[in-house]
């Protein structure tokens, strides 16, 4: 009986010694949308990062990079839910997400608590960089404040004075709806009024362009992403709003992700974006015929964000050589890393505690292959005033 | 004003061509089918493939609501028929799995972005109507609505097989005792439903737009309207559209904090004063 026992006991001794040799793979959970109104951004982001990974071959340090990814559905509870899972029982090192700014209230204390460090590749609630800010959430997409202030102070250069606002219930909007009134303020304009649609919840805006039309401002300030961009300028464009209205505000509503679906519809939109897939840098130029090829289509800004979050990871871990196990290690490498993406060079300032990219002003024209994104203005290396952040790791 | 009223008219006749499906079959059959918006996004999907394909929107307006009644009728002949006369759980279970199964294979078919459908030239023009500009493919939507109310009134109230489906709707057995192929009234009841469903979903799509999951955001409309109006009958599912229609425009112009649970308040008051609907069929 021993004879068999003792080889038995040898074979668990040896396990342990298997895997201490080898590398252990690194595990990046995509806490992202794969349905609702923001699937598409959840799936260009996610295949941006899978681009980014591919490029230096799946492997770090000589550790191989395993992506998982997991819907959230844009819903905070869910969002929370399936970080648990990530953590929990698949061990990722890193999160990048979410995609939605309500979800990223729910996330922030089991993030913080976890040490799990969540690179964020789109939104974030405003306080989750200031009052409420924790070394693990890194943000690399851009600030509520590069969307308002630039086009705030934009217009009222081109002469508009009189503004009124429309954007969807949630924690995002509300902020950024905020931050353009108080610019727009500031710089001697007026917001005579505004209104916010149940999120996912509205196919259909005519009952609030018709509100527009009546209030008669000089410009329309909205906002809206994914399938409710989609509705919106399309029902703009057929009650012919932008005949007595400008249509303004952040670029993501004509984003190159549903700018085909939209058609002409969009023409005549100025706006404010973190990208332009019209960008002449190498950078962006690679950027987008890697993705076309692997793709089949072009990518937006979103594809840029998460793939400029994949290359914050590299660069973090080849800071640390590839040491994933010194948490406020490897965050602080990622929040001291500058790289050079299609947007153009980014990097997180210490004092904002925040992102630091080039803004551009944009138009959408119309061209013999469709509407695009004319860049009419660059503000380079826009930043966030200080805050009240104090990193506690 | 005008143009709210024309809103919540145009929702109510979108509405409309969606529920009066769902209701005669639930009056019919006492079958249950919360499919019923899966039918509506196959239909917009359909649509919006053969009018890339035929570059045409009429001839989508033609192909989706047959090619909807066709899957439709596969699905009830082959799946939901071997739950005629069970619980109504078996039959919610099954076609609330059904919900889940059609959008997936709507993603694995046509991916998981949004899309969209042009109006037909014919009626991408402003119209004005009582003085203010209304856009012609919404005003389009409201006359079909009518239209559709019409005929469907008239094939009920004036023909043998409207005569039959009453019949049926009223008391089953007695209408098999007088010798009517219940069955066969059925597939083809259940088939006009999905033709409905059908056509609502392609003459939505220019408006909003086609997305997985766009299912959902109306079956709760539709399941509300078919409360309201009383199961199984038709100008309960008008006045109930028009009712949801109107309180949902109305609601988001006038109370836009509470627009969003105005409508569940609406049925609630029915299914505490009226529980039978606007008009009991039985």
Known sequence: MIRYILPFWLGFLLVPLGAASGAEPIKIGALLTFSGVYAQIGEEMANAMDLAFDEVGNTVEGRAIKVIRADTEAKP?????????????????????????????????????????MIAPNALATELTREKCTPYIIPVAFTTEQFTRPLAQ??????????????????????????????????????????????????????????????????????????EAINFIKQAAAFRIMDSVKLVGPGWIVSP??????????????????????????????????????????????????????????????????KTDDRAALVKAIRASRIVGPR??????????????????IEVVKTAEGPTLKVADTISQAKDEPTVCKLQY | ???????????????????????????????????????????????????????????????????????????????????????????????????????????????????????????SAQMVVLGEPYPAYRLF????????????????????????????????EGATCLGINTQRLFLSVFGLGCLLAGLAGVVAAPVLSVYPGMDIAVLIYTLIIVVIG???????????????????????VFIPEFSAFLIYVVMAAFLLLRPQGFVAIR
């Open chain 2, 1 to 123: 004003m005008t143009v709210q009223l024309l809103n919540g008219l145009q929702l109510a006749m979108l509405l409309f061509l969606l529920s009066v499906g769902l209701s005669i079959v639930l009056g019919l059959m006492n079958f249950i089918n919360l499919a019923h918006g899966t039918l509506y996004m196959l239909g917009a999907y359909l649509g919006l493939t053969s009018a890339s394909i035929t570059g045409s929107f009429w001839l989508a307006l033609l192909i989706a609501p047959l090619g909807t009644a066709l899957a439709g009728m596969a699905l009830y002949q082959f799946l939901l028929r071997r739950l005629g006369g069970g619980s109504p759980m078996r039959q919610i279970l099954l076609t609330f799995g059904v919900i889940y199964v059609g959008i997936e294979i709507i993603r694995i078919v046509w991916g998981n972005d949004s899309h969209s459908i042009d109006p037909p030239a014919l009626l």
């Open chain 2, 230 to 252: 009383g199961p199984g009958s038709l100008p309960g599912a008008a006045l109930g559209s028009l009712l949801v229609g109107m309180a949902d425009t109305f609601g988001r």
């Open chain 1, 344 to 361: 153009g060079p980014i990097s997180i300032d210490a004092a904002s505690a925040n992102v630091v990219q080039n803004m551009y002003i």
């Open chain 2, 141 to 172: 939507i409201i006359v079909l609505g009518l239209v559709t109310m019409a005929v469907l009134f008239l094939v009920l109230e004036r023909t043998r097989i409207g005569a039959m489906v009453r019949a049926s709707v009223d008391d089953r």
């Open chain 1, 257 to 322: 992700l549903v700018l085909p679906a939209e058609g002409d519809a969009a023409v005549g939109f100025r706006g404010v974006l973190n990208y332009a897939p019209t960008i002449d840098t190498p950078e962006n130029k690679s950027f987008q015929q890697k993705y076309r090829e692997k793709y089949k289509r072009g990518a937006s800004e979103f594809g840029a964000q998460a793939y400029d979050a994949a290359k914050f990871i590299i660069a973090g871990l080849k800071a640390t050589h590839g």
């Open chain 1, 77 to 117: 509870n869910v969002a929370l839910q399936k970080a648990k899972e990530l953590v929990g029982s698949e061990k990722v090192d890193f999160l990048v997400g979410p995609v939605s700014s309500g979800e990223s209230v729910a996330l922030r204390d089991f993030v913080a608590e976890s040490k799990i460090p």
């Open chain 1, 154 to 227: 934009w217009l009222r250069a081109h002469g508009t004075s009189t503004v009124y606002t429309l954007a969807p219930d949630y924690v995002g909007p509300h902020q950024l709806i905020e931050s353009f009134t108080h610019w727009f303020t500031a710089a001697g304009g007026k917001v005579v009024g505004g209104e916010f649609t149940p999120f996912q919840k509205t196919n259909d805006f005519a009952p609030y362009l018709a509100r527009v039309k009546s209030a008669k401002p000089d410009a329309l300030y909205v906002f809206y992403a994914g399938g």
